[in-house]
Nanobody, 115 residues
């Protein structure tokens, strides 16, 4: 059974930094791994994703402030967030897509940015 476990969320002041980590268990390889977020009253949106080959896509609202990285051997994906803003406050979810296009989700980790 595949499980995605996130860590690293918490409270940070505006302008600060956080690093989120996600580890996938289970003997499975993923085509893409990434992070989404959902703020109260809003739809879930893409933060960033990275393919097995290292290609990346970033959401427009975080470009230039966030870096995604992945370790294929360990099945982990990290998100380094800098210059955080109050509008970055959300629950951040790890996502992984298997090669047979099954989506897996973590339970989420809360990031709160105070002004």
């Amino acid at each position: 059974q595949v499980q995605l476990v996130e860590s690293g969320g918490g409270l940070v002041q505006a302008g600060g930094s956080l690093r989120l980590s996600c580890a996938a268990s289970g003997s499975i390889s993923f085509g893409a791994m990434g992070w989404y977020r959902q703020a109260p009253g809003k739809q879930r949106e893409l933060v960033a994703l990275v393919t097995t080959g290292g290609s990346t896509i970033y959401g427009d609202s975080v470009k230039g402030r966030i870096t995604i990285s992945r370790d294929n051997a360990r099945n982990t994906v990290d998100l380094r967030m800098n210059n955080l803003k109050p509008e970055d406050t959300a629950v951040y979810y790890c996502n992984a897509v298997s090669y047979d296009t099954i989506n897996y989700w973590g339970k989420g980790t809360l990031v709160t940015v105070s002004s």
